[in-house]
């Protein structure tokens, strides 16, 4: 007699592309084991070419090419693919997704979890009263949620009105073997133009609003000005592609700081460019646990942050890095400077990260969670078999 296939767990998000969240399902699905669950991504925009990342060739990726609008738009489809597919889990993540929680509902799905991953780009606060009540008026459809941060889980039982019971808090984990301190062996990223004796800041995403890059710039300018005895060796390194980096590139040319800078696009090499920084910055206006602090961590960098969502939770303040005022280019600027005359200090901010991401932050204990959150609520059919 064969032996049963291990559970299916139907992965929903909006966009399967470069993100932090994206980055985070793959991790879970590349590292949770095969026997004990398999996998599907359901993306309700477009699959691009981020599918490539998953190592498990039996993980198909589905697109659902949902027009702008509401979601109930794509219900009809959902509900099909999920009376084909007979998941044991559903898993939606932010509050795109969360709509698709009634179709699951209604297609017999018997689980239904829901992460909350970050803030949404219209209410960075969480102050809302409108997607507080979106949420609560899904909730009746939701087993469990799984809040990435102290922050979001707060914000799920304060302000929605979530049971605590019914919300997991599991931080993000990250590899700690592909992102590490730079090594005598590493070789040069392609096209750095950098030079060993420079002191490079820098910072790695999708270059949107709610990142908000050109913080960095213009505090990236404003700290030359304050220490112009800095020129000489402080350099800026802004890796993404996306709206803002033609404004970041304007901002600095106009600035006379263009040739002090490198803005080369989005690239797939990150952990190697990582490992080229001297210092990380994370200039968003909104988080919930950021993957890039903590890939940086990984990497041995000292973290700049700004105080929003969970970033204060990952940056131990004058230990792993410093903690500024959102949007305040004077206290980024101000940190940059620090950081640059006293690199000897950074180099020990970065090398208790790393020891931080060992200790509290390991790709393990990510996994190791999430499977036992799966494994208690899978109905007992899926447990008897496995």
Same mark, same amino acid.
């Given at each position: 007699?064969?032996k049963p296939a291990p559970p299916l767990v139907a992965h929903i998000l909006h966009r399967f592309?470069?993100?932090?969240?994206?980055?985070?399902?793959?991790?879970?699905?590349?590292?949770?084991?095969?026997?004990?669950?398999?996998?599907?991504?359901?993306?309700?925009?477009?699959?691009?070419? +981020?599918?490539?990342?998953?190592?498990?060739?039996?993980?198909?990726?589905?697109?659902?090419?949902?027009?702008?609008?509401?979601? +109930?738009?794509? #219900? $009809?489809?959902?509900?099909?693919?999920?009376?084909?597919?007979? &998941?044991?889990?559903?898993?939606?993540?932010?509050?795109?997704?969360?709509?698709?929680?009634? =179709?699951?509902?209604?297609?017999?799905?018997?689980?239904?979890?829901?992460? *909350?991953?970050?803030?949404?780009?219209?209410?960075?606060?969480?102050?809302?009263?409108?997607?507080?009540?979106?949420?609560?008026?899904?909730?009746?459809?939701?087993?469990?949620?799984?809040?990435?941060?102290?922050?979001? =889980?707060? #914000?799920?039982?304060?302000?929605?009105?979530?049971?605590?019971?019914?919300? *997991?808090?599991?931080?993000?984990?990250?590899?700690? %073997?592909?992102?590490?301190?730079?090594?005598?062996? @590493?070789?040069? $990223?392609?096209?750095?133009? +950098?030079?060993? %004796?420079?002191?490079?800041?820098?910072?790695?995403?999708?270059?949107?609003?709610?990142?908000?890059?050109?913080?960095?710039?213009?505090?990236?300018?404003?700290?030359?000005?304050?220490? $112009?005895?800095?020129? &000489?060796?402080?350099?800026?390194?802004?890796?993404?592609?996306?709206?803002?980096?033609? /404004?970041?590139?304007?901002?600095?040319?106009?600035? !006379?700081? /263009? @040739?002090?800078?490198?803005?080369?696009?989005?690239?797939?090499?990150?952990?190697?460019?990582?490992?080229?920084?001297?210092?990380?910055?994370?200039?968003?206006? !909104?988080?919930?646990?950021?993957?890039?602090?903590?890939?940086?961590?990984?990497?041995?960098?000292?973290?700049?942050?700004? /105080?929003?969502?969970?970033?204060?939770?990952?940056?131990?303040?004058?230990?792993?890095?410093?903690?500024?005022?959102?949007?305040?280019?004077? /206290?980024?600027?101000?940190?940059?400077?620090?950081?640059?005359?006293d690199p000897e200090r950074a180099a020990e901010m970065g090398r208790a990260g790393r020891a %931080?991401? *060992?200790?509290? +932050?390991?790709?393990?204990?990510?996994?190791?969670? #999430?499977?036992?959150?799966?494994?208690?609520?899978?109905?007992?059919?899926?447990? *008897?078999?496995?």
């Amino acid at each position: 007699m064969s032996k049963p296939a291990p559970p299916l767990v139907a992965h929903i998000l909006h966009r399967f592309d470069t993100g932090g969240l994206e980055n985070g399902v793959v991790n879970l699905i590349n590292h949770l084991p095969s026997q004990a669950f398999r996998h599907v991504v359901i993306a309700l925009t477009e699959v691009t070419d +981020f599918r490539h990342r998953l190592r498990r060739p039996d993980v198909d990726c589905i697109a659902l090419h949902k027009p702008p609008g509401q979601g +109930f738009k794509v #219900y $009809p489809q959902l509900w099909r693919l999920m009376r084909r597919l007979r &998941p044991a889990i559903v898993h939606t993540r932010n509050l795109a997704a969360l709509e698709m929680q009634p =179709a699951a509902w209604a297609a017999g799905v018997p689980v239904r979890i829901h992460g *909350e991953h970050g803030r949404d780009v219209e209410d960075l606060d969480g102050s809302s009263v409108r997607h507080q009540r979106i949420r609560r008026l899904y909730s009746p459809f939701v087993h469990r949620y799984v809040a990435l941060s102290q922050d979001l =889980a707060g #914000y799920l039982s304060g302000r929605v009105g979530i049971a605590p019971g019914r919300i *997991e808090q599991i931080y993000n984990g990250v590899n700690a %073997d592909r992102f590490h301190p730079r090594t005598a062996d @590493d070789a040069l $990223p392609e096209g750095w133009p +950098f030079a060993g %004796d420079h002191f490079v800041v820098g910072t790695v995403g999708r270059m949107q609003t709610v990142k908000h890059q050109t913080l960095l710039a213009r505090a990236f300018v404003r700290a030359l000005a304050l220490a $112009p005895d800095l020129r &000489p060796r402080l350099r800026l390194a802004l890796v993404g592609d996306g709206p803002l980096r033609a /404004a970041c590139t304007q901002l600095l040319q106009e600035t !006379g700081a /263009a @040739d002090l800078a490198w803005l080369p696009g989005e690239r797939s090499d990150v952990p190697a460019l990582m490992r080229r920084l001297n210092a990380f910055v994370l200039p968003s206006l !909104g988080e919930g646990i950021s993957n890039t602090i903590l890939e940086a961590m990984a990497s041995g960098l000292p973290v700049l942050a700004t /105080a929003v969502g969970g970033n204060p939770e990952l940056v131990t303040e004058g230990v792993t890095g410093h903690i500024v005022p959102s949007d305040d280019v004077e /206290a980024l600027a101000a940190a940059l400077v620090a950081l640059a005359r006293d690199p000897e200090r950074a180099a020990e901010m970065g090398r208790a990260g790393r020891a %931080d991401v *060992e200790r509290r +932050f390991s790709l393990q204990a990510m996994v190791g969670a #999430y499977q036992q959150l799966y494994a208690s609520t899978m109905p007992g059919r899926w447990r *008897e078999t496995r």
